[in-house]
């Protein structure tokens, strides 16, 4: 979490800690090779960002926006979403509006 500390934030420490964890865990999860992209602190302080700069659209919005999750497989995306469900955050597995109209979402990020 010391990363965090510098940046100047109103977004909640426990908010803050649990991103911490969760994007911890998804590195994890790429070193065992259950991810294909190395998921780091960047983006974590990215999500920290938006939430500084755009309170009111909430950690889903701000996970979301900095992810791309439009370009992930349904399958890794729900491993991503898992991730960050067991973490408390209410990331979901199912996507808010659909890629293309009929459930399958395909891209750089996951597997078609």
Known sequence: M????????DVPSA???KLALAFQDLRGAF????LTY???A???VSVVKHLQSFP???VQAAVEDILSFEGFSPRTRKQ?????QSRGLPIPIQPPLLGRGDGEM???HGEP
């Open 2 to 9: 010391c990363i965090f500390s510098l940046l100047p934030s």
């Open 42 to 44: 960047r983006e974590a």
């Open 80 to 84: 991503i979403a898992v991730i960050f």
């Open 15 to 17: 908010t803050i800690r």
């Open 106 to 108: 395909e891209g750089a």
């Open 38 to 40: 190395p998921y780091s």
């Open 31 to 34: 070193e065992n090779q259950e």
């Open 56 to 58: 009111e659209d909430g």
